[in-house]
């Protein structure tokens, strides 16, 4: 049976869920319920805090996880990205107080609250650093008013909170993270695992495409293949009128309507969008 870590609560938790009902495992449970069976794709869950899901999957404990990178660096654990899924981005940062901090360079020696010592701890040895690290578990915004701490880093969304707290942005960010697949480093290959990731991968590709259908003329029907080229190759049928084609084809779903409005300017009729729910590709 595959044993597969998923986050108990916080921001990866219900998009884990939903991407999971999307590709087949139906594992919406109750609040208190920490294990889930899934007989039927024989795949056991645990609902685990966030924090501790790539220990546990480098532990060999459970075959995979979902994590956010963020939490996979931190926890410093033998484990690594079997996928990335898209969904839970967020940015880790410095921050320090208005008009004191010039560049990142400037942080050296001084006192960094951060709520992800083994990342910071990390970054630090990467840019040959040295700092103190003030380890806090939330609210690093206030560590500097409150005097424990010289800069901050965090996770940054809009920076508001940030600037209400006097503080403004250093430097590049430290890291770009999404919610992450993850398996133990040199883990053997395993069918049930692949079968897994081929599931979210066709919930992946699903989300970002979306099947396109028009008619056009054949004679225009080469210009229009080159709008529309499709996944591998776009499909084309006979209509009852033997001057026009019925073509279908895969399009990103971001580059939908500039497609749409370059097919009718061309001559096209008929476009017709249809949203995928599962594929493989």
């Not at 206030?142 to 940054?156: H, I, K, S, T």
């Not at 920076?159 to 890291?175: F, N, R, S, W, Y």
């Amino acid at each position: 049976m595959l044993r597969v870590a998923l986050p108990n609560k916080g921001q990866l938790t219900d998009p884990a869920r939903e991407m999971l009902r999307e590709a087949g495992y139906p594992v919406a449970h109750a609040a208190r319920e920490l294990v889930v069976q899934d007989p039927e794709n024989d795949v056991e869950f645990f609902f685990l805090r966030p924090r501790d899901i790539a220990t546990y999957v480098a532990s060999g404990q459970l075959d995979i996880g979902i994590t956010g990178l963020d939490l996979l660096v931190d926890s410093g654990s033998d484990a690594e990205p079997l996928l990335e899924l898209g969904f839970a981005p967020s940015t880790f940062r410095f921050a320090a107080p208005r008009g004191t901090v010039s560049s990142v360079r400037d942080l050296a020696g001084m006192r960094i609250a951060t709520s992800y010592p083994g990342l910071l701890s990390v970054k630090l040895a990467e840019l040959e650093l040295s700092a103190v690290i003030v380890k806090l578990d939330g609210a690093v915004e206030n560590a500097v008013r409150l005097g424990v701490a010289d800069a901050v880093a965090d996770v940054v969304a809009t920076g508001t909170t940030l600037k209400q707290a006097g503080l403004e942005v250093v430097g590049d960010p430290i890291l770009v993270s999404q919610a992450l697949l993850v398996r133990r480093a040199g883990a053997p290959e395993d069918i049930a695992v692949d079968t897994f990731v081929r599931r979210l991968q066709g919930v992946i590709t699903a989300r970002s495409y979306v099947l396109l259908d028009y008619d056009i003329a054949e004679s225009l029907l080469d210009a229009a293949c080159q709008i529309t080229p499709g996944f591998e190759s776009p499909t084309v049928s006979p209509l009852h009128d033997p001057d026009w084609k019925a073509v279908r084809a895969m399009v990103p779903r971001p580059d939908l309507h500039k497609v749409m409005d370059e097919l009718y300017d061309l001559g096209a009729r008929g476009i017709l969008v249809t949203a995928i729910h599962a594929c493989r590709l």
